[in-house]
């Protein structure tokens, strides 16, 4: 437990995992080169002193590594999320009556902290400003790519309360802003604060809201997480139960809304649902390509409280691996049990950083009886959000599921495209900018586990990877693995994907082959980046195929980008990148910084 982000912190230094910067730095975009170089390197969360022409410092890479964000949720390993909460599940009191009662008193100790604590003075109220005291611009706010429509806040845990029944939720929601008092509240289709606010629409009154940042550390990671409506439980409990000591929330100092007690800074104020809706974006976000443009309300600040010598914590999202991805493996290990409540026969599950969370889920399961790999997948569609899922890939409980890389391999030795491979529909994240439609779009299920007799049996089949590929002029780059070959090429017309697939299956380099990417010519033909790129530019039901190879049938995916000749009529987004100018100042900068 961290009673603040100011107590993570000398806790990350004493163990080494904290660099001071001390010289100025910028909030545009160079913050952001020096902290994905870090993420992506494995290196320590950055401290930077001095901002330009801003009031306060930055934090950043607090979870940016497994092993630092299992530290900040108080465990040596993000595994133990799952114990703790299987230790809380395995009840099992007897008949009922008293020896129920009885079996439940091993487990309180368990919930000491569930439940939070109100105080009526708070750290984060040292400073209070309102009206034209309130002033944003004063806050180190990262724009953090080049193409970014501003700056945006992005570890903002936001508090709402539902205007009928009284329930809070804290979620996290990036936040453009707009002016010294004002920004846009990306509450997308699917989440809880919209729905408040429809609520408030309904009543016709104002939606009054709170932004804390920093805290405990556990307090954003549950700002994150995907809890299940359960009445009368919000994430400050997810967080109390994690910590093992109750969140001390504070009233607001102009809202009707508790604000954490040891956050750095809150943000208070209300969105009025009658007022028209504001642009926002474009944005980096973490598919690694821009989100678009679109119209989301507006959050007025009426009050700013803050810390004495505040200290304002930040991430950045995009190509992965960033650390979001550990956030969300922190996630998908506590939330292994309850899915096991449901679907006992899991024996695993994991979602691979490439596929940033939605796109890709790998599920090992005890298999017992013939299509039992689908029933679980139609299963984990139907839970909270992994309703999603884009694809998911099933294998049997022997195999391991990381790398995801190495467990779709397996899965492949025993799916046979075609028979073993399924389509379907349904809701799709609103941020999926390669679906049929906008929050729709098609699934694609793999069945790799061992097949039983009903399920038309084992299909003999041994995966190759071949030296000697074929020279044609549109494979500008091609690679192989055992029963899977990555091509890129530059996308210039209407079925040229398809055209240049026909083409290359019917070389003697498909035998051994089981799974055909087709990616756009910018990308590097590793497994991350391939599965990564061809993930995020797929719709399944449009840009799956099963094709014929010399051995067999073979699944194609065309993860090219889509052209409106292809019938394909919503924008299509620019992947992330730095501006080579933002890369070169932090070469030149790189041993002034102190690393």
């Known amino acids: 437990m961290f009673r603040n982000l100011r107590a993570y912190l000398e806790a990350l230094e004493r163990r080494g995992e904290l660099k001071r910067v001390r010289v100025p730095v910028s909030s545009e975009l160079e913050i952001t080169e020096i902290a994905d170089r870090m993420v992506k390197g494995g290196g320590p969360a950055l401290l930077f002193e001095r901002v330009v022409g801003k009031d306060f410092p930055v934090a950043i890479g607090l979870f940016g590594t497994r092993e630092r964000t299992a530290f900040a949720l108080g465990v040596k390993d993000l595994d ?192 009025d649902p009658q007022e028209s809706l504001v642009a926002e974006g474009p944005f980096g976000d973490h598919t690694g390509f821009y989100t678009p443009v679109d119209l989301y309300p507006r959050f007025h600040v009426t009050a700013i409280t803050h810390r004495k010598g505040a200290i304002y914590p930040a991430t950045i999202v995009g190509v992965p691996p960033m650390e979001d991805a550990y956030l969300i493996e922190a996630s998908e290990r506590l939330f292994l049990p309850p899915l096991r409540l449901i679907l006992p026969e899991v024996a695993d599950y994991h979602m691979p950083p490439e596929g940033v969370a939605h796109n890709w889920v790998n599920v090992a399961l005890r298999k017992e009886y013939p299509g039992q790999a689908y029933k679980v997948a139609y299963g984990m569609l139907g839970l909270g959000q992994m309703m999603f899922a884009k694809v998911i890939v099933a294998v049997d409980e022997n195999v391991p599921l990381k790398p995801g ?27 999926d900018h390669s679906a ?128 409106p000749e292809e019938g394909f009529n919503r924008p299509w987004p620019e992947r992330i990148r730095m501006d080579a100018r933002i890369q070169a100042l932090v070469d030149s900068r790189w041993e002034e910084y102190g690393f």
């Not at 599940?89 to 439940?115: M, Q």
């Not at 890389?405 to 609103?430: I, Q």
């Open 80 to 271: 133990e999320l799952a114990r703790k909460v299987e230790t809380l599940l395995e009840l099992k009191p007897g008949k009922g009556g008293l020896s129920a009662l009885l079996g439940l008193l091993p487990k309180l100790p368990l919930l000491r902290g569930f439940f939070p604590r109100g105080v009526a003075r708070a750290p984060v109220q040292e400073v209070v400003l309102r009206g034209e005291e309130v002033d944003l611009s004063r806050l180190p706010i990262l724009k953090c790519w080049p193409l970014d429509g501003g700056p945006f806040l992005t570890l903002p845990l936001v508090i709402t309360k539902d205007p009928e029944t009284g329930e809070l939720n804290l979620g996290m929601y990036r936040m453009q802003v707009l002016d010294r008092r004002s920004t846009a509240m990306h509450w997308q289709l699917h989440k809880v604060g919209r729905r408040h606010l429809e609520k408030a629409r309904k009543l016709g009154k104002r939606l009054e809201v709170a932004v804390a940042l920093g805290g405990d550390p556990v307090l954003t990671y549950a700002a994150t997480a995907p809890l299940p409506p359960l009445p009368g439980v919000s994430e400050f409990h997810l967080a109390g139960f994690l910590r093992g000591a109750p969140m001390e929330l504070a009233k607001g100092v102009s809202v009707d809304l508790p604000v954490p007690a040891e956050a750095e800074f809150v943000l208070e104020g209300y969105i």
């Open 405 to 431: 890389f190495s467990a779709l391999l397996k899965a492949l030795e025993h799916a046979l495209p075609g028979r073993d491979t399924l389509l379907l529909r349904g809701p799709m994240d609103v941020l």
């Open 436 to 563: 049929r439609a906008f929050a729709f779009g098609g699934k694609l299920l793999i069945d790799g586990t061992r097949k039983l007799p009903e399920e038309g049996g084992e299909v003999p089949f041994t995966p190759k990877a071949h030296a000697d590929l074929p020279g044609d002029p549109e494979a500008l780059a091609q690679r192989q693995w055992p029963g899977v070959w990555g091509v890129a090429l530059r996308k210039e017309r209407p079925g040229q994907a398809w055209a240049l697939a026909e083409r290359l299956l019917r070389a003697p380099a498909s035998a051994g082959i089981r799974l055909l990417l087709l990616a756009d010519h910018d990308t590097a033909l590793t497994p991350e980046e391939l599965l990564w790129a061809v993930l995020n530019n797929i719709d399944p039901e449009r840009d799956a195929r099963v094709m014929e190879g010399v051995e067999g049938p073979v699944l194609v995916l065309d993860g090219t980008r889509k052209l």
